[in-house]
């Protein structure tokens, strides 16, 4: 089993920052891959980004690239979502989910296919 823990979510007005962590615990070196995924109120859960355990290979999704940056730090265990340049649209409660098994690239954006999943941290941006 992997327990994870979110933080560093609030609001914060267009244009800023806000870094998100998650701090994964238990049986940690099983994780194979971990990813941020958001819900916003009255719409599906949607994929963000992840990163490989291994070898911190990353993919996110076109919405958010070049201003959403994963990263993970296996010392301590757990992987960051530094988010620069927030809109309104990034309004949503942000999950962190992590999974042993080996997936190809193309299925890390699956929410279904994660194990593990955090309790969620809320992010609000004012226009």
């Known amino acids: 089993q992997v327990q994870l823990v979110e933080s560093g979510g609030g609001l914060v007005q267009a244009g800023g920052s806000l870094r998100l962590s998650c701090a994964a615990s238990g049986r940690t070196s099983s994780i194979y891959v971990m990813a941020w995924f958001r819900q916003a109120p009255g719409k599906e859960r949607e994929f963000v980004a992840a990163?490989?355990?291994?070898?911190?290979?990353?993919y996110s999704t076109d919405s958010v690239k070049g201003r959403f940056t994963i990263s993970r730090d296996n010392a301590k265990n757990t992987v960051y979502l530094q988010m620069n340049s927030l809109k309104p649209e990034d309004t949503a409660v942000y999950y962190c989910?992590?999974?042993?098994?080996?997936?190809?690239?193309?299925?890390?954006?699956?929410?279904?296919?994660?194990?593990?999943w955090g309790q969620g941290t809320q992010v609000t941006v004012s226009s």
């Open positions: 989910a992590a999974d042993d098994a080996v997936m190809t690239i193309n299925r890390w954006t699956r929410s279904q296919l994660y194990d593990y």
């Open positions: 990163v490989r355990w291994s070898d911190s290979i990353t």
